[in-house]
Nanobody
Framework: QVPLVESGGGLVQPGGSLRLSCTSPSGFNLDYHVIGWFRQAPGKEREDVSCIRNSDIFYADSVKGRFTISRDYAKNTIYLQMNKMKPEDTAVYYC?????????????WGQGTQVTVSS
């Protein structure tokens, strides 16, 4: 498994922006791993948010046009830029990794970072 840690969560007003980061605290090379972002709101099931595998990128319909996933190979970090945020984006956000593709099971997970969108 790949150790992962998320950061960048916090409180933001509706319409605001946050950028989440996902990296490996032990310096594990993430270059060849598929990285997905997921979220889980209280009382709801976990849902897919976005995924990146090489040049293939996927977004959930609920975040298309507002969220952008990107990868900085030099920093061994994957980002989730979240713009035009809505209260329904409030959730714990997790990054996860696998060695296959965005439709495979993810076997490595971070501890999550809380995102709250509220005025």
């Amino acid at each position: 498994q790949v150790p992962l840690v998320e950061s960048g969560g916090g409180l933001v007003q509706p319409g605001g922006s946050l950028r989440l980061s996902c990296t490996s605290p032990s310096g594990f090379n993430l270059d060849y791993h598929v990285i997905g972002w997921f979220r889980q709101a209280p009382g709801k099931e976990r849902e897919d948010v976005s995924c990146i595998r090489n040049s293939d990128i996927f977004y959930a319909d609920s975040v298309k046009g507002r969220f952008t996933i990107s990868r900085d190979y030099a920093k061994n970090t994957i980002y989730l830029q979240m713009n035009k945020m809505k209260p329904e984006d409030t959730a714990v956000y997790y990054c996860a990794a696998n060695g296959n593709n965005c439709h495979s099971d993810f076997d490595s997970w971070g501890q999550g970072t809380q995102v709250t969108v509220s005025s």
